[in-house]
Structure formats: C-alpha cells, structure tokens
C-alpha cells in the first residue's frame, strides 16, 4: 500500500482478455516503474459484443482476477462506459502518468485503441503491449511481404521465427492506488444470466488463471502422451480443454508453449516429443486465426474467397431451428449442440461436423451458425470462430475442399464407436447400440432426420457448382 501523498510513478492497467497476472506484459511494465491501478471498463454494445456464455464466463473470471490482484495489495476497479471518457477521468482524477494495456486483434479493437492513443497522449504515457498471441501479426509473413492464407506454411514460418519469448513472472506486490477512486461492484454489470441456466457450465469448468494453470499441468501429465491418436475421439477426455482460459487472457500462449516446451525436455519419450509437437501445431493454428483476422478484418462478416459472394444460401428457418436445438435426427450433430448448450463448449472434430451440416446439407450461410455459436460457446473467439466456420464452408483461408462434406453417420461410426459420446448427450438412444446408434431406426422420443442425406449433398455440391460458374 501507498499514502495518499506518494509521488511515484502512477499507471493505470486496463485489463480485458488478459486476466491473469503471471505473464501479463502491461502490469509486469507498470508494477515495475510504481504504482499501480487495475481496471476494467464495460464498455458500451459494439459489432460481435460478448455472447451469452462468454458474459457468464466473464464475471467468473474477473471474480478470480479481482481475487489474485488483491492478495497482491490491488484491488480492481470496474468502471462503465467509453473507455477513452472513463481513462481520461481517472488520469485526471488520480494523476496518472500513464495508461498501459495488452493488445488486441479484433477490427472494432483496433480502431478503440488507436482512438484512445490519439485522446489521451497529450495527457500521458500510453503504451500497448503484445500479451494475447505467440508472434505480432506483422512479424510473420511471405518472402513477398504478403500474409499467408495456407496454414501450413504459415506454421513452418512461426517455426523458423523462433521461440516465442520467455514467459514474464507475476508481480509478487502491487503498489497500490490510495485513496481508491470509486468504482462499480461486479454484480452491477450484469453479466451473469436473469435466468441461472449455467449449470452445466459449472459443472464443467473451473475458471480463473490458477484453474487455468492447474489443467495445463494435468494435461502434460495425462493425456498429451496420447493426442494424436485420441484428439478426434469425443467421447475420450484426449483434448487441453484449454481454450476458454486462452480465450479470457487466463493464460498466455506463452506459459503454454514454455510449459509444454518444458514438459518435452524433462522426458526422454520419442512418443511424447511427437505428440507434444502435434498439440503445439493447435497453437500455431490459433495464430493463423489471428493473423488473418489482423489482416483480413472485412472476414470476421464476409468471405476470404471472394467467389464466394456469389454463393445461395438457403433460407432455411425451420432447419436451422432444429439445429441450434439438436434435433435434426443425426445423433452426432445433434449430440454435439446438446453439449454446446449444456456446457458451452463442444469437441472440435463433432464442431467441424455440424458446421458441415448446416452449412452444406442444410445450405444456411455460415454467419447464422457463426452467430449461434458466438452467443453459447463460452470459448467464443472471434478469431478462431471465423477461421473455422470459413474453413468447414470453404470460403476462408487454407479452406476444406468444396467438395468435402461430413456425413455424420460415417463420422459418428469413425470417432464414437461404442456410442458412449452419444449416450452421454442423447438419452432417447440409450436402448441402442451397435449401428443402430448411430443411424437410428424410427424411435420414441428422438426425432426423424430433417433431411436425406443424398440429396442434401448433391444440392450442395450443384450449389456449388453454380457459384463457380
């Protein structure tokens, strides 16, 4: 703690998906030069404002991030409004002398943040730093110059780039801010629902960046050994379930990539080598996600492939209903957003086969399933839902041919043979087993297929056909 009288050096860090102190160059920087000021504004609705999950996810995380700012002598102030009105208040109310932040890549951030460097540097320090990704954007590019829209170049260029840098530790003491100017209490923002459907939600996850950190090491302990082979399989706890702590700043990218790093020099296993390189390449993934997001924002609302303007969709209310409730009758989509609902999440492999589904068989244009998903992933990130809701459509960079259509029976049968993924989330089939499972007969309670697989697909294709032409 300060005295109201102390002179030294006063920053104000403004905290947004960057909840963590381990690792968190803006308040590593301001912790080193003084004091020290926490902040989060709620700023007003803006284009892809936070879903539903993600606002439940939101106030439990800022809970926790309130909690470890504290136990570091800084408490956290909340604030509402414009961010440039609400900085250039308190750095006149509290005499300020800089104002530092963590980057973000999404257009509408960007164009926030270059307006609050331009407002507030006549009244003091303003600095960014890069917190949320492996590389800057800029720093990877083509012998040309040029972005890259293939990924796995890309990943050989963050490769040949080098280690990311060292992850910074977590400030042990915050100096803090006295006396504290007035602020709102957590619950005034209104984030969690009216209604309490979160409960799945809490069953599933733990959030904050110690819940962060404690899954990364069970996952280097556990199942990294064996994600290559078992990362397809839903019904198999084979995946991180990292990505909603990478998505709120919980943890860096960097602790990540170090830790598995360390993970792979401490153990001399030619199988754990390959599958730690396996699980890194999903980070590298992440950054292509933004890399085309900074370099390409017009695709966070339209198509990479041009071409692709051109494509007719379906007005397909009725369809697109049944999905988002899962009840098309294919019990892998359908299990897949029954999960999504309960948990706000979903597993990737069954995430690329509904977005197949409704893309394709169903002809709905993928900004409906992108919007839904936005609104109940509680790892919504508007990066990445871009990336691969554009890479299943075949519109986006590094594309899935037009051609490749997910037929979910094939792929229920591939990655859940027991059935057990499709007994967790379909009741109605739990009679079931064998084939029947997976392309069930006439049965009570669970609904017929929406459509004929066959003939949705070749709609699609000649769709496609069409636009091409």
Excluded at 225 to 231: E, H
Excluded at 255 to 262: C, G, I, K, Y
Aim: aromatic share 10%; charged share 25%.
């Amino acid at each position: 703690m300060t005295s109201p009288t102390d002179t030294t050096p006063l920053t104000i860090v403004w905290f947004r998906r960057d909840l963590r102190v381990a690792d968190n160059p803006a308040l590593y920087a301001a912790a080193e030069r003084g004091r020290v000021l926490p902040l989060f504004i709620d700023e007003p609705p803006a284009a892809w404002a936070p879903g539903a999950a993600s606002r439940y996810w939101l106030h439990q995380s800022l809970t926790a991030h309130a909690r470890e700012l504290a136990e570091r002598g800084a408490a956290l102030l909340i604030r509402r409004g414009d961010p440039v009105e609400v900085l250039a208040e308190l750095v006149q109310a509290c005499g300020a002398d800089a104002v530092y932040w963590n980057r973000r890549y999404e257009p509408a951030a960007i164009d926030r943040d270059t307006r609050v460097k331009e407002c507030l540097g006549a009244l003091c320090e303003v600095r960014s730093f890069q917190g949320h990704v492996l590389f800057e954007p800029t720093r990877i590019a083509t012998a040309g110059g040029t972005p890259y829209r293939v990924f796995t170049p890309f990943h050989k260029a963050c490769l040949a780039h080098g280690e990311p840098a060292p992850p910074l530790p977590a400030p042990q003491r915050l100096r803090a801010v006295l006396p504290r100017p007035d602020g709102l209490a957590l619950d005034a923002l209104g984030l969690e629902p009216r209604i309490d459907w979160a409960d799945g939600i809490r069953e599933t996850w733990q959030f904050g960046e110690r819940a962060a950190h404690e899954r990364l090491e069970a996952f280097i302990d556990g199942a990294l050994v064996d994600y290559p082979g078992q990362r397809d399989f839903p019904g198999i706890a084979g995946v991180s379930g990292l990505s909603p702590h990478l998505c709120f700043g919980e943890i860096s990218a960097r602790s990540v990539w170090h830790e598995v790093r360390a993970a792979q020099a401490a153990v001399d296993r030619g199988l754990f080598d390959r599958a730690a390189h396996a699980w890194l390449r999903q980070l590298t993934w992440r950054e292509f996600a933004y890399h085309l997001m900074y370099h390409y924002p017009r695709t966070v609302d339209e198509p990479l492939r041009e071409e692709f303007d051109a494509m007719a969709w379906l007005d397909d209310e009725e369809g697109l209903a049944a999905w988002t409730r899962g009840a098309t009758g294919f019990p892998l989509v359908d299990a897949g957003m029954r999960e999504l609902w309960r948990t706000g999440s979903m597993h990737n492999r069954v995430r690329m086969v509904v977005a197949s589904f409704l893309t394709k068989h169903l002809g709905v244009h993928w900004l409906a399933g992108a919007r839904w998903f936005w609104d109940t992933l509680v790892d919504a990130d508007l990066a990445n839902n871009t990336l691969g809701w554009q890479w299943v459509a075949g519109c986006g960079a590094d594309a899935a041919p037009y051609f490749r259509i997910f037929n979910p029976y094939s792929q229920s049968r591939k990655f859940d043979a027991d059935g057990d993924y499709l007994r967790r989330w379909l009741p109605e089939l739990e009679g079931l087993d064998g084939a029947a499972i997976h392309e069930p007969p006439p049965t009570p309670g669970y609904p017929a297929p929406i459509v004929d697989l066959k003939a949705a697909r070749e709609a699609a294709l000649a769709r496609y056909a069409e636009m091409r032409r």
